[in-house]
């Protein structure tokens, strides 16, 4: 049983005593007085205050516990956000605020899968505030989240929304991290403070050579390229029942928490990988990826070619004299389990037998499955090949949360739904970022791969 539970128990608990208390007073106001039913009445009285004064004190309780939970500091980094060994070290990129930046911090659960569920507490009640973040502050604080009600009243309110203290922003980038495939990839995330990202990137090596005892040192003659980075705003739009925003329990902080996370990851995933900078959007590997560097699969599908135009993947990768860190394959879980049916003409060995691990021709595999397998003739495909540790995400680390009860929104099936209506509220979450390699040449593209018909 839950405090929002023990909470409706104690409304009804209340309920019972009043009406005991008006049947009381009824009976003593009569003009003929019954001892026997004053007595009962006098009974059933103080059996609903008892009651009610058990369920009191069970739910200050429940209030205070909850409370200790948000009393903690921020949570140390998990192992789905710490590099793993393999990786380089980015030291531009920046995923926590310095120390007493930003407002308070959000708390530490102490059930790993709480973390975050005080941002879905804080965006269930801007929704039923209306997005003031003053009356959202004094429901936190009446419900015993004194640490969401701190960081609610030193945010700020911007034209119609609120923007999340950095803590809880960056919470949000970690939780994104395992939930993203675009993420997943092993990008380094930059922070983008001013909106904007210029750098200059080595695109010629500088020389180097042996000399003898006097001689000339060899002359260098590195050269240089530019990539730039400006932020792409993303909105995330989220609807809830308006029973739904009178809660205050944990879990359901929590799946408010899911559900804006599940919405930015499933979006930012499709524009970092086949995204074509149209609408302004970021551009993905699909779009980044030079022509020397996109295959088209042989159209002759058998085992041998297809391991053939991985290979040549792979190779054109290490000839783009970029540093080999964190290579990842991205593809459809078809293209995957077609691979794994695959064997050698003699013997029948599996052909690939590291993707039991995961792995193909020495390198991890992310999936994502709204990657197209109906392309070219209808059943054809793309397969990525990219340096993780080359990629950038420039992010805001900012976080916008802006909400409504009277506006409509169009459904998956193209319907027109009233918030107002359906007694629903909606909330919309906008992050800025942008996506872009380092090096074009650390992303190889197969196409026209026909490997989804096991």
């Not at 030193?154 to 919470?171: K, M, S």
């Not at 530019?226 to 902080?253: H, I, Y």
């Not at 041998?304 to 290979?311: F, I, S, Y």
């Not at 793309?382 to 995400?393: C, K, T």
Request: glycine share 8%; proline share 6%; charged share 20%.
């Amino acid at each position: 049983m839950d405090l929002n539970d023990l909470r409706q128990l104690r409304a009804a608990a209340a309920d019972a005593m009043q009406a005991s208390a008006n049947s009381l007073a009824t009976l003593e106001n009569a003009e003929t007085s019954d001892d026997d039913a004053i007595a009962q009445a006098n009974t059933d009285f103080e059996a609903a205050q008892a009651e009610f004064t058990k369920l009191d004190a069970q739910v200050k309780r429940a209030e205070v516990a909850e409370a200790a939970q948000v009393a903690a500091a921020m949570p140390a980094p998990t192992a789905a956000t710490s590099p793993r060994p393999d990786q380089q070290p980015a030291p531009a990129a920046t995923t926590q605020p310095a120390p007493g930046a930003g407002g308070p911090a959000p708390a530490a659960p102490a059930d790993p899968n709480m973390l975050g569920a005080d941002l879905g507490l804080m965006i269930l009640s801007l929704a039923a505030a209306k997005c003031d973040p003053v009356r959202a502050a004094r429901r936190m604080e009446a419900a015993g989240h004194s640490q969401i009600a701190a960081a609610l009243e030193t945010g700020t309110d911007t034209a119609g929304g609120f923007l999340v203290p950095d803590g809880y922003t960056n919470t949000v980038i970690d939780l994104l991290q395992p939930r993203s495939v675009g993420r997943r990839l092993g990008a380094r995330v930059v922070d983008m403070p001013a909106g904007k990202l210029r750098s200059g990137v080595l695109t010629g090596g500088a020389s180097a050579g042996y000399r003898g005892e006097g001689a000339v040192i060899p002359v260098s003659d590195p050269t240089f390229g530019e990539f730039n980075m400006d932020f792409k705003s993303l909105g995330a739009f989220v609807v809830f029942s308006n029973e739904v925003l009178q809660m205050t329990s944990p879990s359901v902080g929590a799946i408010a928490r899911d559900n804006m996370l599940n919405e930015m990851a499933l979006r930012e995933t499709l524009a970092f990988i086949r995204g074509d900078g149209s609408n302004d959007t970021p551009i993905g590997l699909r779009s980044w990826a030079l022509p020397a560097h996109t295959i088209t699969a042989n159209a002759t599908v058998n085992g041998a070619n297809v391991e053939a135009d991985l290979r040549k993947a792979r190779a054109r990768l290490w000839s783009a004299n970029v540093p080999i860190v964190d290579p990842v394959w991205v593809m459809h879980s078809d293209v995957k389990a077609f691979l794994e049916q695959l064997r050698h003409p003699n013997g029948g060995q599996k052909l690939f037998p590291e993707l039991d691990d995961n792995m193909l021709l020495g390198y991890r595999i992310e999936i994502w499955n709204d990657m197209p397998v109906n392309l070219g003739a209808g059943t054809e495909t793309e397969v990525f090949l990219a340096e993780g540790s080359d990629l950038l995400i420039g992010d805001a680390q900012r976080l916008t949360l802006e909400s409504s009860s009277e506006a409509s929104f169009i459904d998956s099936g193209a319907n027109v739904i009233s918030l107002f209506q359906t007694n629903q509220s909606a909330m919309r979450t906008i992050s800025a970022h942008d996506f872009a390699p380092m090096h074009r040449e650390a992303i190889v593209m197969i196409q026209g791969a026909n490997w989804t018909q096991i």
